[in-house]
């Protein structure tokens, strides 16, 4: 089995409901975040970033929102299928963060129930 | 996975044996890293390359030493493998350093017995 998602916080939604994944980060001083997705026995896979100069991006049946205020980011996937099923963990690019310029969160697994 | 192959994919070796993973790429950026992932941890950084032959360490790098004689292949070798580095380990490549998305391949599964 895939023993990297044991212990992940689930979010369990419908197919065809929107989800929304949220991520807290600690840094103020990041300014570049990213969304990764992950399905079993794969690599981490892009979905979308965003600056800190942006509180908002979109993609496809994707949205990113990023609340420098509180420090917390969220993915929001529309119309969620079965396809979506996977981890979900952002990225943050810390500055002057010397040798590792990204720090990952540990993720959130999505459910989806057909 | 964005031209990124590793191997082997799937390995088991023994304790205070020596292995070398290897990271292939095809898209000539510039950056390479190597990371691990275990359970109740994110993904933590071993070494990256900034170009043939510059190298440095991440946060987990104690028992992990790396070369980079090409641009496209980057080599993780664990010099006497212990069960603590039982993991799954991931490569991963950018153009530039800091504010770039990092591309990952498709891991390989170690496990130290």
């Known amino acids: 089995g895939e023993s990297v998602g044991l212990h992940l916080p689930t979010l369990s939604v419908q197919e065809g409901d929107n989800s929304i994944i949220n991520c807290a980060y600690s840094?103020?001083?990041?300014?570049?975040f990213i969304w990764y997705k992950q399905e079993s026995g794969k690599g981490p896979q892009f979905i979308i970033d965003?600056?800190?100069?942006?509180d908002k991006r979109q993609g496809q049946r994707v949205t990113v929102l990023l609340n420098k205020t509180v420090k917390h980011l969220s993915l929001q996937i529309a119309a969620t299928q079965p396809g979506d099923s996977a981890v979900y963990f952002c990225?943050?690019?810390?500055?002057?963060?010397?040798?590792?310029?990204?720090?990952f969160g540990k993720g959130t697994r999505l459910s989806v129930i057909a | 996975d964005a031209g990124i192959t590793q191997s082997p994919r799937h390995k088991v070796t023994e304790t205070g044996t020596p292995v070398t993973l290897r990271c292939h790429q095809t898209?000539?950026?510039?950056?390479m890293y190597w990371y691990r992932q275990d359970p109740g941890h994110g993904l933590r950084l071993i070494h990256y390359?900034?170009?043939?032959?510059?190298?440095d360490k991440g946060e987990v790098s104690d028992g992990y030493s790396v070369s980079r004689s090409k641009t496209e292949d980057f080599l993780l070798t664990l010099e006497s493998a212990t069960s603590s580095q039982t993991s799954v380990y991931f490569c991963?490549?950018?153009?530039?350093?800091?504010?770039?998305?990092?591309?990952f391949g498709p891991g390989t599964r170690l496990l130290v017995l």
């Open positions: 990225a943050e690019n810390v500055r002057n963060s010397g040798n590792t310029p990204l720090v």
């Open positions: 840094n103020s001083a990041s300014d570049y």
């Open positions: 390359s900034y170009g043939v032959k510059d190298t």
């Open positions: 965003i600056r800190s100069n942006m």
């Open positions: 898209e000539n950026h510039r950056y």
């Open positions: 991963a490549i950018s153009e530039r350093r800091t504010q770039e998305t990092q591309y």
